[in-house]
């Protein structure tokens, strides 16, 4: 059984910052392409980055390109989404999965966590 454990969320302003971590129980997190995903009320759930088991590849959608990294660390068995420059338009629960590859949004288990919810306001 995979569970994931999303933290880090919050309520910051536009233009904050907010680090995102993804911690997993029941399989080895260093052997797995890792995504990001977020869904805001009334839309599906998207795929915002992803980064490779290797950690040497790494994918963001358009509209986080500039603004987000992803990163792993393979001590802490963590995967990070640094999260800078926010707006109102990232307001969402972020999700984190494992992949089957990276670049790819198609999880490797149909296992979901809580998310951690991401709130950009003034």
């Known amino acids: 059984q995979v569970q994931l454990v999303e933290s880090g969320g919050g309520l910051v302003q536009p233009g904050g910052s907010l680090r995102l971590s993804c911690t997993a129980s029941g399989f080895t997190l260093d052997y797995y392409h890792i995504g990001w995903f977020r869904q805001a009320p009334g839309k599906l759930r998207e795929g915002v980055s992803c980064i490779s088991s290797s950690g040497d590849t790494t994918y963001y959608t358009d509209s986080v390109k500039g603004r987000f990294t992803i990163s792993r660390d393979n001590i802490k068995i963590t995967v990070y989404l640094e999260m800078n420059s926010l707006k109102p338009e990232d307001t969402a629960v972020y999700y984190c999965?494992?992949?089957?590859?990276?670049?790819?949004?198609?999880?490797?288990?149909?296992?979901w966590g809580r998310g951690t919810q991401v709130t950009v306001s003034s």
């Open positions: 999965a494992a992949l089957v590859y990276c670049p790819g949004t198609l999880p490797l288990y149909d296992h």
